[in-house]
């Protein structure tokens, strides 16, 4: 079965520049995630897009937004990156209807700050 | 706001027996879920067990199954038969039941299983 595809697995960017993350949930998803996990942490939720429109809001920086695109694919955009950015980002999705509190994950992208 | 805490950051099982993770929270919510998720050494986030704080039985699912005291804001994880492949860290998370879907995780025990 297809499952969630992020890419890239691994990013290494140096302090104050751009990344971009890629998210392709599973298809005939319509919600997609995003979570950053820290070095040791627990994930925390960023941002979530239902229907191409943002649905909740959790402890995103301003440096950082996402959106969701006419494919339901999304990407979170992050600029003036700062060595605490260093995490694993994790992109879940979900299909609205019975088991819509079933987030299937991807594997992440690991970024790096230098 | 709800907090989920897990007071075992790490724990040790031989194979072929059983262990139970210990997972609290705390919430004002009457409605909501409580999951088991499992973070391998790959990194990858895997759905163990969900449990629906409406319904009384606790959930199976082969090998694990949860203990879920729902007055006592207490959702345990037990593994049986313990296998190499358990070895990972394992995340309580909390979820309530509207339409924002977020999830609140502990900060996950890290389980080991020996040969």
């Known amino acids: 079965a297809a499952g969630v595809i992020q890419s890239p697995r691994h990013l290494i960017k140096e302090k104050r520049e751009t990344a971009t993350l890629k998210c392709y949930p599973i298809p005939r998803h319509d919600t997609v995630y995003w979570y950053q996990q820290g070095p040791g942490q627990d994930p925390q939720f960023l941002i979530s897009f239902y229907e191409k429109m943002q649905s909740d809001k959790g402890s995103i920086p301003d440096r950082f937004s996402a959106q969701q695109f006419s494919d339901y694919h999304s990407e979170l955009n992050m600029s003036s990156l700062e060595l605490g950015d260093s995490a694993l980002y994790f992109c879940?999705?979900?299909?609205?209807?019975?088991?819509?509190?079933?987030?299937?994950f991807g594997s992440g992208t690991q970024l790096s700050v230098l | 706001a709800q907090t989920v805490t897990q007071s075992q950051p790490e724990m040790s099982v031989q194979e072929a027996e059983t262990v139970t993770l210990s997972c609290t929270y705390d919430?004002?919510?009457?409605?909501?879920?409580l999951f088991w998720y499992k973070q391998p050494p790959s990194r990858q986030m895997i759905l163990v067990i969900r449990q629906e704080a409406y319904k009384q039985q606790n959930a199976t699912e082969n090998r694990f199954s949860v203990n879920f005291q729902k007055a006592a804001k207490s959702f345990s994880l037990k593994i049986s038969d313990s296998q190499l492949g358990d070895t990972a860290m394992y995340f309580c998370a909390f979820m309530p039941n509207n339409a924002g879907n977020m999830l609140t995780f502990g900060g996950g025990t890290r389980l080991m299983v020996k040969p």
């Open positions: 879940a999705s979900s299909a609205r209807g019975p088991g819509y509190e079933k987030l299937f």
């Open positions: 919430t004002s919510e009457n409605n909501y879920y």
